[in-house]
């Protein structure tokens, strides 16, 4: 009798369990997946503004000349990097450098570094990786004493 109720009880708790278990990886699942849609909407709606921009004849070289940016850097330089770099390449603003975490297999014409590399000081840093703007921020701050924005903010502002 006692084996039975102990059985029964262990059976209980270990359906309570799996089933919690099982609860807990959908639901991680589908907070990683709207994290993901959430990423991809934001360069969404930064790519359609910055495509309004480019039909309206505005140029991202006005943002930095009006906030007084000579320099910059570029922290990022994956599609949305590669992007802001081609805007700016031919402008009086000069992107001394980019940083990424994987300088060393990031194919650029411009010099890619790491962020533990010996920095030349710029006037704004421009993080390109909008969906991890503020940890990028909080890491960056410790390093720079220069401004750091969003590439939305910039594409925003204009």
Known sequence: MKKGIVGLLSLILGTA????????????????????????????????????????????????????FKTIAIYG??????????????SNVEVKYAIDKNAESTYSELNV???????????????????????????LKDTFDCPIVSLDDVVFEL
Not at 25 to 49: A, P, R
Not at 77 to 90: I, S, T
């Open 17 to 68: 369990f799996g089933a919690s278990g099982v609860n807990y990886l959908k639901n991680k699942t589908i907070l990683e997946k709207e994290k993901k849609v959430d990423k991809f909407k934001s360069y969404y709606n930064m790519l359609n503004q910055w495509l309004i921009l480019k039909q309206e004849n505005k140029s991202f070289e006005k943002y930095f000349i009006d906030n007084e």
């Open 77 to 90: 330089m994956g599609e949305m990097g590669n992007r802001l770099y081609d805007e700016l390449k031919n």
């Open 113 to 139: 570094v790491n962020l533990d590399d010996d920095l030349e000081e710029v006037d704004v840093i421009v993080v390109s990786a909008i969906f991890a703007f503020d940890e990028i921020e909080e890491q």
